[in-house]
């Protein structure tokens, strides 16, 4: 039996000296020192033997397991030592490359800042897809069948539905409004909740608009909503935005979907109010139209306009970003160009 130890130990040896590899020396501890290798054969034929024959064959089987052990660590560092561990040469010496950290884009960035601002409110954050109908961005949303917004000027229709009505003629979104309807006609009232995402208007790119840029609205249905209550709303959320009070007007404006309607402007933050190409150089930017949910609209969501009403508020995210962190050209945070949102991480 010593002898058999002995070749097993000599073959074992020999076998790990010629190991040109980290997978083949791997392979090779698995032959001589795993569950099905000769060395471990002879320990589990110890309970055969004699008392005294047992006690010497188990110390040599276990000397023979350490030496290999032992030896197979060696040649590991060896084989590390002379960069035959991958097919190219290895310079241990060298630093590491540095791995590059990502981070939120500033526009997400905001749309997260204004959920948590919204949650705190109890809100519900809400989504839909990106192609609607024009029966949800246009019929239910009392625009007259003639409005301009309807025309391809401004908004882009789906291929092959262009003639069609309704529910069949389909279009990438241009406003978030119609989500509203889509949420009372699912959920009900009373409500409150907001649905950030990207719209598309078919116009001119400038300093201020992009053709895809982002909307947040949101809106409250219930059954005693003051005009106050959607004001203190909005002067909260730009607070707990911008961290600071923001000076806020509110101008007569006029959107199908509301009644009455206002333009609602915040002081820019690019200039400081004294007038930029940002402003159009009078000190204010509007962020957000709002007003009171107009009958029309909660009819179209199956609610009694007697009973029920509510407050919008369409926030131009985009907008909002730019006045955080002072850029006065939107069409830079839809650029992807590196060097200048890697400055937003």
């Given at each position: 039996?010593?002898?058999?130890?002995?070749?097993?130990?000599?073959?074992?040896?020999?076998k790990?000296?010629?190991?040109?590899n980290?997978?083949?020396?791997?392979?090779?501890?698995?032959?001589?020192?795993?569950?099905?290798?000769a060395?471990?054969?002879v320990?589990?034929?110890l309970?055969?033997?004699a008392?005294?024959?047992?006690?010497?064959?188990?110390?040599k089987?276990?000397e023979?397991?350490?030496?290999?052990?032992?030896?197979?660590q060696?040649?590991e560092?060896?084989?590390?030592?002379?960069?035959?561990?991958?097919?190219?040469?290895?310079d241990l010496?060298?630093?590491?490359?540095?791995?590059?950290?990502?981070?939120?884009?500033?526009?997400?960035?905001?749309?997260?800042d204004?959920?948590?601002?919204?949650?705190s409110?109890?809100?519900?954050v809400y989504s839909?897809?990106?192609?609607?109908?024009?029966?949800?961005a246009?019929?239910?949303?009392?625009?007259?069948?003639?409005h301009?917004?309807?025309?391809?000027?401004?908004t882009?229709?789906?291929?092959?539905?262009?003639?069609?009505?309704g529910?069949e003629?389909?279009?990438?979104?241009?406003?978030?409004?119609?989500?509203?309807?889509?949420?009372?006609?699912?959920h009900?009232?009373?409500?409150?909740?907001?649905?950030?995402?990207?719209?598309?208007?078919?116009?001119?790119?400038?300093?201020?608009?992009e053709?895809a840029?982002?909307?947040?609205e949101?809106?409250?249905?219930?059954?005693?909503?003051?005009?106050?209550?959607?004001?203190?709303?909005?002067q909260?959320?730009?607070e707990?935005?911008?961290?600071?009070?923001?000076?806020?007007?509110?101008?007569?404006?006029?959107?199908?979907?509301?009644?009455?309607?206002?333009?609602?402007?915040?002081?820019?933050?690019?200039?400081?109010?004294?007038?930029c190409?940002?402003?159009?150089?009078?000190?204010?930017?509007?962020?957000?139209?709002?007003g009171?949910?107009?009958?029309?609209?909660?009819?179209?969501?199956?609610?009694?306009?007697?009973?029920?009403?509510?407050?919008?508020i369409?926030?131009?995210?985009?907008?909002?970003?730019?006045?955080r962190?002072?850029?006065?050209?939107?069409?830079?945070?839809?650029s992807?160009?590196l060097?200048?949102?890697?400055?937003?991480?």
């Amino acid at each position: 039996m010593i002898e058999k130890l002995e070749q097993i130990q000599k073959e074992g040896l020999k076998k790990i000296a010629e190991a040109k590899n980290i997978e083949e020396l791997q392979e090779i501890r698995r032959e001589i020192t795993g569950k099905n290798s000769a060395l471990t054969e002879v320990l589990k034929s110890l309970g055969s033997l004699a008392v005294d024959l047992k006690k010497s064959i188990g110390i040599k089987a276990t000397e023979i397991k350490n030496d290999f052990i032992d030896t197979i660590q060696k040649k590991e560092e060896e084989l590390v030592a002379s960069q035959t561990v991958l097919d190219i040469p290895l310079d241990l010496t060298l630093p590491g490359t540095k791995k590059e950290m990502g981070a939120l884009h500033p526009i997400t960035q905001m749309c997260y800042d204004l959920n948590d601002a919204f949650l705190s409110l109890g809100f519900e954050v809400y989504s839909e897809d990106d192609i609607s109908s024009e029966k949800f961005a246009f019929d239910n949303l009392n625009f007259a069948p003639d409005h301009p917004a309807r025309q391809s000027m401004d908004t882009f229709w789906i291929h092959g539905t262009e003639e069609k009505k309704g529910n069949e003629r389909l279009c990438l979104r241009p406003h978030l409004t119609g989500g509203s309807v889509r949420y009372l006609l699912q959920h009900g009232a009373p409500a409150r909740f907001v649905y950030p995402g990207r719209v598309y208007r078919n116009e001119t790119t400038d300093a201020r608009h992009e053709r895809a840029f982002f909307q947040y609205e949101a809106l409250i249905v219930d059954k005693d909503i003051s005009f106050s209550s959607g004001m203190v709303m909005i002067q909260t959320i730009l607070e707990k935005v911008f961290g600071k009070k923001i000076n806020v007007r509110m101008r007569e404006g006029f959107f199908p979907f509301t009644e009455p309607g206002y333009e609602i402007d915040m002081e820019c933050l690019v200039c400081g109010g004294k007038g930029c190409r940002v402003c159009n150089h009078n000190g204010w930017i509007e962020v957000m139209p709002g007003g009171v949910i107009h009958p029309n609209v909660l009819k179209s969501a199956n609610l009694d306009p007697e009973v029920w009403t509510g407050f919008y508020i369409n926030i131009g995210l985009d907008r909002l970003v730019m006045m955080r962190y002072g850029v006065d050209d939107v069409r830079l945070f839809h650029s992807t160009d590196l060097r200048f949102l890697k400055q937003f991480k």
